[in-house]
């Protein structure tokens, strides 16, 4: 286990806070990524504020999924592609 670094809501009212949250151990299927840039988009907003009763909050929530970064550990299992990507998860390009 390692501490890492974050922004949290204790509950649906609470502003986003400076906290630092317990992570497991990296297994051979993960990949570490060190995040330098984060994104709150509509969605983290509904969410730390439990505004979906389909998916209720759980808090301490710590919001934000759409990020750049730098890898910094790769599972033995993971099978990585290098490739020039200037986003890693953002929500409004799902289909
Ligand atoms: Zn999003």
Redesign the pocket.
Known sequence: MYNAKAYSAASATAPLTADSIERRDLTENDVQIEILFC?I????LHMVRNEWSATPAIYPIVPG??IVGRVTQVGSAVIMQKRNVDRSN???QRR
């Open positions: 994104g988009c509509h969605s983290d999924h759409e953002d929500c409004s």
